[in-house]
């Protein structure tokens, strides 16, 4: 079956980086988008990264929330079969858990079977 595991959560200062990692399994990654997403505490889950691909290696649209953009970076190691959101120039208002997620076909695997799991934590605070 479809698994997912992030990690690469924790706490920084503001300014500081933090690079999340997500290590998928259960699939091949041949046509597909892999994604970042998070929910902060009350809010909605928030997508904030995501990117697809062709036969694995072509970038065919890449996507930032407006509140990332120019800060956070998306990037896969099919190797390894492990995506990445390099985050840098951290805020506090990026706090939040984070989760990734993977498109296989029209849907994306988490959203369409409600297995988030627990996500990584990433706190930014002075």
């Known amino acids: 079956q479809v698994q997912l595991v992030e990690s690469g959560g924790g706490s920084a200062q503001p300014g500081e980086s933090l690079r999340l990692s997500c290590v998928g399994s259960?699939?091949?990654?041949?046509?597909?988008?892999i994604g970042w997403f998070r929910q902060a505490p009350g809010k909605g889950r928030e997508e904030v990264s995501c990117v697809s691909f062709s036969d694995g290696s072509r970038s065919d649209n890449t996507s930032y929330a407006d509140s990332v953009k120019g800060r956070f970076t998306i990037s896969k190691d099919n190797a390894k079969n492990t995506w990445y959101l390099q985050m840098d120039s951290l805020k506090p208002e990026d706090t939040a858990v984070y989760y990734c997620d993977v498109r296989l076909g029209s849907a994306w695997y988490r959203t369409s079977t409600s297995s988030w799991g627990q996500g990584t934590q990433v706190t930014v605070s002075s």
């Open positions: 259960g699939f091949t990654l041949v046509d597909y988008a």
